[in-house]
């Protein structure tokens, strides 16, 4: 197959070279669904942003497609999203419809918000004369529209990050804007400047509500150390967000160091919410020892709400079901009795995986699983500590981790030791670990770069016996 250096994932979209960062333009139209990506085709790290492209009709099996976006006499072309204008509205397409590009022009720290337009399904793109069409007002970090259709106000809304708070504007032609309001003072995280905003409307499952979810990345200071991604729960109305947790609450995407930048797809074919991330941090992005390529795309992720027994809504995240088409074949589906150091199974390091352990709650106390060389220094752990009631993912002592001072970390998430089962999904590819905890109620992503040539799982509990129903499949690679 093709990519095969070290490192290069299997399920998570890479580019073939060079530099990436935040996913871009996402959105579905015409049987395609588009990412769109921050990408610098000179250099493997960070520079004149460029938008990168590529296109999925199943949003795991990724097409290569020509440079969409380059630098222009406004400056690079910095994050943002795309929308289909169905009806026109733009009058860029002669009454008919195409996509609508929304992004910053970044000329350094003068950031401003311009429009392009495609009439061949995102191939190529006219960038609008009219930009930009909102011009900065006095602000350093004015970027990342998110933009989409609001059914009940009949307008186009841009999501936008301006310092540390969130600005909505509203239109009726993506071209005139007008703000309307903003939001994050005394809200959520404010370890650094907030970037990469999106907003959707969610059901709530086991309800009859439904409710608005506002994320926003925060470049440090995130639940890992350094970038990573927050998230509001509340009502929006055309015009306002209004916050519904409590201020002081901070509710994280994710609790591992390496998911950035989320953006959900726009024009989904169905009722789902998809969204994926950059996979790394701000703290490190430009050092990870790969070639010729740096920085993958997590999973695409479902998003749900849910409502708990305690009347709290819940964000869930799994894997989009259409990662059922790449599964190879299943290598363990067993109960394993797990006391002192046991091997699970070993693997071919190469295939990508998904593993599911599940154990009953009251059976634990702390128990560990061992990735690649289990036990000895150049592996990572999984402990589970009910006491804590955590989960950490533990990277510390694997020998490539010291290339930068961040990144040999442990993180840690919360697990609901209530429930009468924990289950856990990790879902192992060549660099990374992505950890569904109780069906995506807490996710844990990080990067890994193992060495050696076997991959083995080993468990230990110190709490005499215990059983663990494992069950794991392989992937195929989307790479053909
Ligand atoms: C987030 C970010 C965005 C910006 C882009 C530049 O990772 O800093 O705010 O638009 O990267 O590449």
């Known amino acids: 197959s093709l990519y095969n250096e070290p490192y290069r994932p299997h399920i998570h979209f890479t580019p073939e070279s060079q530099w990436m960062n935040d996913p871009n333009g996402m959105v579905y139209y015409e049987g395609e669904y588009h990412l769109f990506y921050q990408y610098h085709p000179h ?6 942003m460029h938008w990168g492209h590529a296109v999925s009709v199943d949003m795991y099996q990724w097409k290569h497609l020509p440079i969409a976006m380059e630098p222009d006499s406004l400056g690079m072309i910095f994050s943002g999203s795309a929308v289909v204008d169905w009806h ?23 950031q401003q918000q311009s429009i392009a337009f495609s009439k061949d399904k995102g ?23 998110k933009v989409f259709w609001h059914e009940a106000s009949k307008k186009w809304i841009m999501v936008l990050a301006a310092g540390q708070e969130i600005m909505f504007y509203r239109s009726s032609d993506l071209k005139t804007w007008e703000y309307t309001s903003k939001f994050g003072e005394n809200q959520g995280a404010h370890g650094g400047v907030w970037e990469c ?26 639940a890992a150390g350094g970038s990573g991604g927050q998230y509001f729960i509340g009502q ?84 989009a079901s259409e990662i059922k088409g790449l599964i190879n074949k299943e290598f363990i589906n067993s109960t394993v009795q797990l006391s002192h150091v046991e091997k699970i199974l070993c693997l071919q390091p190469d295939a990508p995986f998904s593993l599911t352990f599940k154990m009953k709650t009251d059976d634990l106390s702390r128990v560990a699983f061992s990735f690649y060389n289990s036990g000895t220094t150049n592996g990572c752990n999984l402990v589970i500590d009910k006491e804590a009631g ?39 590819d060549r660099g990374s670990v992505e950890i569904f905890i109780n069906d995506g109620e807490q996710t844990l992503t990080n990067l890994v770069l193992p060495e050696g040539e076997s991959f083995s799982i080993s468990g230990a509990s110190n709490n005499g016996e215990l059983e663990v129903d494992c069950k794991g499949h392989s992937f195929i690679s989307i790479w053909k």
């Open 43 to 48: 250099g493997k790290t960070w520079g004149p």
């Open 88 to 110: 026109d509205t733009t009058g860029f397409f002669n009454g008919s419809h195409g996509l609508v590009a929304l992004y910053t022009s970044a000329d350094g720290d003068f």
């Open 123 to 145: 191939r190529t793109w006219h960038k609008y004369e009219g930009n930009p069409v909102i011009p900065n007002p006095g602000i350093k970090d004015f970027r990342d529209p």
């Open 197 to 222: 905003p999106d907003l959707f409307q969610l059901p709530v499952a086991n309800s009859d509500k439904t409710k608005w979810v506002l994320e926003v990345d925060v470049q440090a200071g995130a």
């Open 236 to 319: 929006f109305d055309g015009k306002e967000f209004v916050n519904e947790a409590p201020k002081e609450n901070v509710l994280w995407v994710d609790y591992g160091k390496d998911f950035y930048a989320a953006q959900s797809f726009s024009d989904m074919p169905d009722s789902r919410r998809v969204w994926l991330a950059w996979m790394s941090n701000w703290q490190y992005a430009n050092e990870v020892p790969t070639h010729p390529w740096r920085s993958a795309m997590s999973l695409p992720r479902e998003v749900s709400l849910t409502e708990g027994e305690d009347g709290k809504i819940k964000l869930l995240q799994q894997p």
């Open 390 to 428: 955590e989960i950490t993912f533990d990277r510390e002592k694997m020998k490539m981790s010291h290339f930068h001072k961040d990144f040999p970390a442990k993180t840690s998430a919360p697990f609901d030791t209530e429930k009468v089962y924990l289950k856990i999904e990790a879902i192992v």
